[in-house]
């Protein structure tokens, strides 16, 4: 079968649903197509949460269905290759599809494997992960149980959807353990392969505090490599010196490497290192241009959030249009992330930032401070805003 859209969406997550709700809102929308192949849709951010027992899992799960923009065609099905020089691409069912505007936007891939022995014990022995829904809860169930040890959360050596997320669920866990009386107890180690606990200065420095005043030790530089569940210990290789770090565990929270989908990296569509090549300002592909992509598969040098989405969707929809009516591209992302740093029950610092590590904070206070109104605002104000306005085109 072959059909046709004037604008084709690959991935129907937040960025691809984003993008689609926003033009079917247009006064004079193009006729679209979304490919998705899940029948799930999910908002991630509040997996933190769930696996620090606020709230339970399926308060982050909804019907794909109910979120396909009125005038869109949903199509159930997974790309499996790109030809854009024929601006064709083909799907897993055998199906051929042709657009005018492709916009890829299918996230981030999941590398479990990358970690030796990680895959067959997640979930078991102490090891556990907020990362994918059938996962989520398996965190909360080790914190109940955890009465005293050594607890272990990683942070790999690959761009990652929600960077501070790694070190969420620490500040949750170390809240916990106060709380239930076992953190005289309790080592907390933060096992991160970045420089440090955060990468833009002014919120590192409050990070920092905290890291002193709460007493997590950390271990910068060291990429978890291997989980021996049988004697529970994980390793870590030095990215300075190359050495080997063997470290025991009671509970260990792994962020996994992740990368670009495998379809896209082996696409004519992607750079060298796997993402598809945007112009950083407009989203526009550098060597297809009536291909964009925005998200975190696309190259945009931004942290990979949301709330990244929230603005690049927009530029990416003006461009479009630009693009279709034959005029240059104004619009622009200047590489607006945010990151709401849960750093325990109640407690939150609001990260806002841009290219080049700009400050770019909405409120007229220090977001560098703990505050309940920010825990607040993401707990109860951010899904709101993501289920009824962001996939609905209106914020």
Known sequence: MSEHHEVLIIGGGTAGITVAARLCNLPRPPEIGIIEPSTKHYYQPLWTLVGGGVFPKEAS?????????????????????????????????????TYDVLVVAPGIQLDWDKVTGLKDTLGKNGVCSNYAYDLVDSTWGFLREFRGGKAIFTFPNTPIKCAGAPQKIMWLAEHYMRRIGVRDQSDVIFASAGAGIFGIPHYARPLNKLVEERNIITHYRHDLVEVRPSSKEAVFRNLDDSSE???????????????APGFIKESPLASSDGWVEVDKYTTQHTRY???FSL???????????????????????????????????????????????????????LAEFGYDGVIMESFPFNQAQE?????????????????????????
């Not at 799960?61 to 009125?70: H, L, Q, S, V, Y």
């Not at 505050?371 to 914020?395: D, E, I, Q, T």
């Open 61 to 97: 799960e909804r019907n794909e269905a109910d979120f396909i923009p009125p005038g869109a065609t949903w199509i159930q099905d997974a790309v499996t290759t790109f030809d854009p020089d024929k601006n064709t691409v083909c799907t897993r069912g055998g199906n051929k599809y």
């Open 245 to 259: 770090r063997v470290l025991k565990f009671d509970l260990l929270h792994v962020t996994p490497p992740q990368s």
């Open 289 to 291: 241009p009536n291909v």
């Open 295 to 349: 998200g975190d598969a696309s190259s945009l040098p931004n942290s990979k959030t949301g709330a990244a989405v929230r603005k690049q969707a927009p530029v990416t929809v003006a461009n479009i249009e630009s693009f279709r009516a034959g005029k240059p591209l104004h619009a622009r992302y200047d590489g607006y992330a945010s990151c709401p740093l849960v750093t325990g029950y109640g407690r939150l610092i």
């Open 371 to 395: 505050r309940y109104s920010m825990w607040a605002m993401k707990a109860y104000g951010l899904p709101n805003m993501y289920w009824h306005g962001m996939l609905r085109g209106r914020v």
